[in-house]
């Protein structure tokens, strides 16, 4: 039997499933495609969510050769005879680079001078956000484009095409599994349908689930996604809810999340909902991010738990949050002052805090600003009395 991913791959945009916010009518990507003016551009989102069929896409319309490699095993030399055979050719290659989130920065360097020059085409698809991998330099030259998992109801109506289309029975309560159970993953879906259809006709949905027996998680499905579980499991913390926090964390993991990027959410709630009411909560998740990028799955799993347990148990401010968005708003909206000349690199007025006992008044502003404010929550509290204790210094 042919394998119906792979005959059904679509083979111009208007045939991909969804994306519609990327490939609409209307839309930037698309333009950008159809214009034969698209930048290097790495793309990320679940699998089976068409990140592959896309790069080839492109590579059609804009008639170029299609190379496609893995970032695990990708050989710098393979690299550079590719960008060799094409040196004095009109039309250049594509080159496709999958889990790209995995290229080394030896790597990256490699390809700079090539995506400088316009040698090739370099577009690169992860299953995670690729922007933390990637260095300044490969940002700096390129596009980041998210694509989504395709909702059931995108997945339904696509299923019931290829059933049509290779005259296939099956079951209606099994057609809804196939949708339920594959996550948003198209090759996923087909790949079970054409299963199912080997082992029984009519497909039923016992056939298929022995063949799957639980649902895929990807922690993306329609009305529970990646980002609902995300902002479920941070509002959560934020409400010192430990056991919820617990339960979202759960199912984030069982979904199959990524443990850096939920180590990095958690990172940023440390300063964003937690702050120096308890300034030790941003060293912990500094010190999670740290160990899940070395330990990974299943032992991650319990470092994740005793940092939320730890952010869920610990008091609660947004000061420096609110203290940072005040400050760049006023910015924005044109609060531009000099330095005094007093503080400025090598000035002979400048009064040193040390020589009067840690703290001298002198103007550190030349027009009074005011961002911050305490409620003095947790240790918040001690540094506010410290900070005051240091202004009552005699001089």
């Given amino acids: 039997m042919v394998n119906l991913a792979l005959k059904y791959r679509p083979k111009n945009v208007d045939e991909i499933i969804g994306q519609s916010h990327l490939l609409g009518e209307?839309?930037?990507?698309?333009?950008?495609?159809?214009?034969?003016?698209?930048?290097?551009?790495?793309?990320?989102?679940?699998?089976?969510?068409?990140?592959?069929?896309?790069?080839?896409?492109?590579?059609?319309?804009?008639?170029?050769?299609?190379y496609e490699m893995n970032a695990t095993t990708l050989k710098i030399d393979d690299l550079r005879k590719i960008f060799?055979?094409?040196?004095?050719?009109?039309?250049?290659?594509?080159?496709?680079?999958?889990?790209?989130?995995r290229l080394s920065k030896?790597?990256?360097?490699?390809?700079?001078?090539?995506?400088?020059?316009?040698?090739?085409?370099?577009?690169?698809?992860?299953?995670?956000?690729?922007?933390?991998?990637?260095?300044?330099?490969?940002?700096?030259?390129?596009?980041?484009?998210?694509?989504?998992a395709l909702s059931q109801e995108e997945m339904f109506s696509y299923l019931q095409k290829i059933i049509k289309l290779e005259s296939v029975s099956i079951e209606d309560d099994a057609a809804e599994y196939l949708v339920f159970s594959s996550g948003g993953d198209?090759?996923?879906?087909?790949?079970?349908?054409?299963?199912?259809?080997?082992v029984t006709t009519p497909i039923t949905l016992d056939t298929l689930k022995q063949i799957r027996p639980?649902?895929?998680?990807?922690?993306?499905?329609?009305?529970?996604?990646?980002?609902?579980?995300?902002?479920?499991?941070i509002k959560s913390i934020r409400g010192s809810d430990i056991d919820a926090s617990i339960y979202y964390l759960a199912r984030l993991i069982d979904g199959g999340e990524p443990a850096e990027f939920i180590a990095r959410r958690l990172a940023i709630l440390a300063s964003e909902d937690i702050g120096n009411a308890n300034p030790p909560a941003l060293n912990l998740a500094s010190s999670t991010l740290n160990i899940v990028k070395h330990i990974g799955y299943p032992e991650a799993r319990i470092s994740l738990s005793q940092l939320v347990i730890y952010l869920a148990s610990s008091p609660k401010s947004n000061s420096a949050y609110l203290a940072i968005n005040k400050a760049l708003a006023s910015i924005k909206d044109g609060e531009i002052h000099p330095i005094p000349s007093h503080i400025k690199t090598h000035a002979k007025t400048y009064v040193y805090p040390h020589d009067f006992g840690g703290?001298?008044?002198?103007?550190?502003?030349?027009?009074?600003?005011?961002?911050?404010?305490?409620?003095?929550?947790?240790?918040?509290?001690?540094?506010?009395?410290?900070?005051?204790?240091?202004k009552s210094i005699k001089n």
């Fill in 26 to 66: 209307t839309s930037s990507l698309r333009k950008l495609i159809e214009s034969n003016a698209l930048p290097h551009s790495f793309f990320y989102g679940p699998p089976g969510c068409g990140k592959t069929t896309l790069a080839r896409v492109i590579a059609t319309q804009l008639d170029r050769p299609f």
């Fill in 84 to 101: 060799k055979a094409y040196a004095n050719a009109l039309q250049k290659p594509l080159i496709f680079i999958d889990e790209v989130h």
């Fill in 106 to 148: 030896n790597q990256q360097e490699v390809l700079l001078p090539f995506m400088e020059n316009n040698a090739a085409l370099v577009i690169g698809a992860s299953t995670e956000n690729p922007y933390y991998s990637l260095t300044a330099a490969t940002r700096s030259r390129s596009h980041l484009f998210e694509l989504e």
């Fill in 186 to 198: 198209v090759r996923a879906m087909l790949n079970l349908l054409e299963s199912g259809q080997i």
């Fill in 214 to 233: 639980h649902a895929m998680q990807a922690g993306s499905s329609e009305s529970e996604s990646h980002y609902e579980l995300t902002s479920a499991m």
């Fill in 359 to 390: 703290w001298v008044e002198q103007p550190y502003l030349s027009n009074p600003l005011s961002f911050y404010h305490t409620d003095k929550i947790g240790f918040e509290k001690t540094l506010w009395q410290w900070h005051e204790k240091i």
